[in-house]
DNA sequence: TCTGGGGTCCTAGGACCC
DNA sequence: TCTGGGGTCCTAGGACCC
């Protein structure tokens, strides 16, 4: 056996226009076509197809300065149905698992998968078959990039995207100084437009050029985290695969909404129904949180009316994920902050220091607590079974005119029975 | 008129202790 | 009159990611 056997081979794999390959799965007049989705609140384009790259249709552009173009191009347009990319997220992973049970899911549409098992010469051919086996299963096309390090795996990753076959490994090359050199600094993993400008203020303006940067120097001037990605740039491994799913340590629920809120009472509801949302979630993962942070804000961006913006943390005696003391603690904190004669635009709740609920209990613990565990139980199986808020509190309302906008929604829900595409039997 | 949401990690600096 | 130094722990805010 031969030494490069065991040397780390580690793939990404990542979607391609992720949003827009999930709405087109359902929607084939849409393939060839122009395409974007937008964030929550039709706010920002957040997914664009190539057509819609080209053109020049920017990521993370606010939907209403690019309408224009939008409508002249006849640009496809949909509102983000995260319960739709959730779910054919996890069929993609599930068929990626199938390669190696070594995997660590990034986020929605990107995975790092452990290839050190198979040869040097073998890797790209895995690769496609990967990458093949993904479109036949699941309809999602994808870009894979092949490195020895999670850092060099992005780069390959960069330049596959770019690329007709969708795969690039790096394994093997003997020197990639020259593949490096066309990285711009920004487009490197972990390095953000603060970094990048002081990067360029020192001469630093590719990827090449970083990672022949001395190691002092980078730990000197910046941190150990920029240290980090020039190490990996060198091929030496510093950021682990971290494959087992560890719990999260916050939850945060928070929206922007459909209209302007300036009544305390709707202010209320509004917080009232994010905390319900976020004690469901922690519940559905065995959590319990302590701290509970609850934020409002005006628009930043219009400053016309006044910014206002103030957040108040309440720390909990006992951790609970308990709907009831949730919803009672946030409001209390919107009470300390909430001030008349604003034009509110986002609100939110966050839940933090959070640890696992079973072994939560405590000297305290009696009866009355297991009886409220129970309710919560079959809130939580009724709204699973019904639909969200189906089982909800009062104090969250039930007008909700400051919902976030979603006027593109493609209602297509692969969990629910009568939003299953129809096919029409002649 | 209209500008998303949800995470993680690191670090500087304050509080506190001896 | 003269008011140390070193260590730990915690938190807010910043930077990054998708």
Redesign the pocket.
Known sequence: MSYTQYTRKIALI?CNSFYVSCERLFNPKIRKKPVVVL???D??I?SRSNEAKALGIKM?E????E?DVIIKNNVQVFSSNYSLYGDISRRVMRTLKRFNSDIEI?????AFLDLSNFSDNEVQNIGHEIRSIVLKWTGIPTSIGIAKTKTLS?VANHIAKKKQSGVVSLIGIKNIDSILEKVKIND?????????KFYQQNGIYNAKQLKNKSNTWIKKSS???SSRTAMELKGIPCINLETTNSK?????????FGQ?VENFQELKEAIAGYSLNASE?IRSEYLVTKSITVFIRT?P??NNYGFYSNSK?I?LPIATNNSIEIVKASLNALEAIFKNGYRY??A?VILSHLSDSINSKNLFSSERDEKINNLMKSIDSTNYKYGRSTLSLASAGVHKRWK?RRQHYSKIDTADFYSLPKIKVI
């Open positions: 990542d964030s929550n609140n706010g920002c957040i993370g606010p939907y209403f300065k309408k990034y986020s929605i549409d990107e992005k490197v993993w972990g390095v953000g437009k603060q970094i990048t941190n150990v985290l999260r340590k916050s939850c945060v629920v928070s929206r922007s302007r979630k628009s961006f219009q943390t720390d635009q986002k939110g976030s």
